[in-house]
């Protein structure tokens, strides 16, 4: 089973960048789907964005099209998320998740990184 670690949450003002990284190990890094999904406090956790294992098809939820952007980086096993223009309802915890395939990339299932909390202020 593949494990998950988030970084580069924090704190930023609204319009600013972030940038997140998941660092993947334990399992063939390559032959995973990978996305990002969030939770804010009260909500259920949603999809943000998701890349292919060959990094050539990337998916994004409608709320961050445009402003946000995901790729991977096979030679380090790791998966980003650039994120610019933030805005306060982006704040929320982000989590990292594995699926073995893009199929149902939007549903929250698979495998899960500890999460790493994004705060907009504004």
């Known amino acids: 089973q593949v494990q998950l670690v988030e970084s580069g949450g924090g704190l930023v003002q609204a319009g600013g960048s972030l940038r997140l990284s998941c660092a993947a190990s334990?399992?063939?890094?390559?032959?995973?789907?990978m996305g990002w999904f969030r939770q804010a406090p009260g909500k259920e956790r949603e999809f943000v964005a998701a890349i292919s294992w060959s990094g050539g098809s990337t998916y994004y939820a409608d709320s961050v099209k445009g402003r946000f952007t995901i790729s991977r980086d096979g030679a380090k096993n790791t998966v980003y998320l650039q994120m610019n223009s933030l805005k306060s309802e982006d704040t929320a915890v982000y989590y990292c998740n594995a699926k073995a395939s893009l199929s149902h990339y939007e549903l929250p299932f698979g495998s899960w990184g500890q999460g790493t909390q994004v705060t907009v202020s504004s």
């Open positions: 334990g399992h063939t890094f390559s032959s995973y789907a």
